[in-house]
């Protein structure tokens, strides 16, 4: 099987077209660390990026990278028409048996269902959904890529949904939806260190500095916490802008490091973050929207203990499994409570999860059940 895969290219974000590094996103790079061990199959992974930029022929044996220059006009600001014809332009040459469009955030959902050939889309975040939630202003980047993602989603097969609650968002507009989880990538299921706790907790935050990722909210009940007695450190991790709400978590962090209890670890890699969670006890991730929370299950893969929002694909990852106390996005008391009680109770770490996560998520097991659905489609 023939597979182009649709997914965007980090330097393209982020702006960095000097940088060597790709930059997939997480779901979309550990999905193919699970192609690449499917010998029969032939991958072709697709870009566009604004700049020209240097950039690997192939990712495996089996898997090819093509970055395809896009000038700005052919972006959002025109419904990134110059994006889908390039898509068309090398697909043609490539004449796969079926495109997959990874995300509905930027080009690559209304690339795959306007490329001509038999298509299906993953959902990673939902934007009709955070524009309601975050009422973003008509022509704003939120507005227009919630107006594509409705235009997208009736014209493909079918939607890759990440969780029942991306399905329940994204059923009533598709002609077909299946639930499969976004993988884990294959480094977290490294081998364990020996378990260990540290005598002061160490709890973890790991998502980009936002409103709703909630970091400000999250850093002032643990300062509260700090100043009652408890004794345990907070360690954030993730990109943080100079936007309003950065500037809000600058200050507060500031105050907390002075006290002795929290740090900002910035971005780190793979392995900096493998590591991040093996030196800590817990994962605090307490997000006001989450349409699958994969570092919520790269966390359970680590063993660690979890205190998260009960909502989204979070509860599809944490419900059920033992160490993982999941609370109402408005509780914060809840919350709080939780993690007081634990840290009274000697902060352990959950010893069994990692073996229930690789059942679930190794990037194999989901790589397998989408050439599953790519032959049903086909089939159809």
Known sequence: MRIAIITSDGRAVTHDYASLSIGLGTAPEALLQGFATISDLEVHVISCVQKNVTSPNKLADNIWYHSLHVPKFGWLRTGYQGCIRAVRKKLREIKPDIVHGQ???????????????????????NMAELAK?????????????????????PRTAGVFCNSV??????????????????????????????????????????????PRKRQVEILKRLQSLHKEGYDFEVRFVGVC???EYGTSFKRIL?????????????????????????????????PSEEAFGLVVAEALARNLKIFASAIGGILDIAGGIEGAELFPPEEWSSMRAG???WIKEGHPRSVVTNHIMEKRFHPRIIAENHVEIYNQVLSD
């Open 103 to 125: 995300g509905t955030e930027r080009d690559c959902a209304i690339s795959a269902v306007l490329s001509g050939y038999p298509n299906v889309v993953t959902i990673h975040g």
């Open 165 to 210: 609650y991306t399905k329940s968002l994204v059923a009533p507009r598709a002609k077909k939806t299946w639930i499969v989880p976004n993988p884990i990538r294959r480094e977290f299921f490294k081998t364990l260190p020996k378990a260990t706790k540290n005598h002061r907790p160490i709890i973890l935050n790991i998502g980009n500095i936002s």
């Open 241 to 243: 802008g100079d936007d």
């Open 254 to 286: 500031a105050e907390s490091n002075s006290a002795g209890f929290a740090s900002y670890l910035g971005s780190i890699t793979t392995e900096e973050m493998i590591s991040a969670m093996d030196s800590a006890d817990a994962l605090c991730h307490f």
């Open 133 to 153: 939630l975050f009422s973003s202003r008509i022509g704003s980047y939120g507005w227009l890529a919630s107006k594509l993602e409705d235009i997208t989603l």
């Open 339 to 341: 993690i007081s009680r």
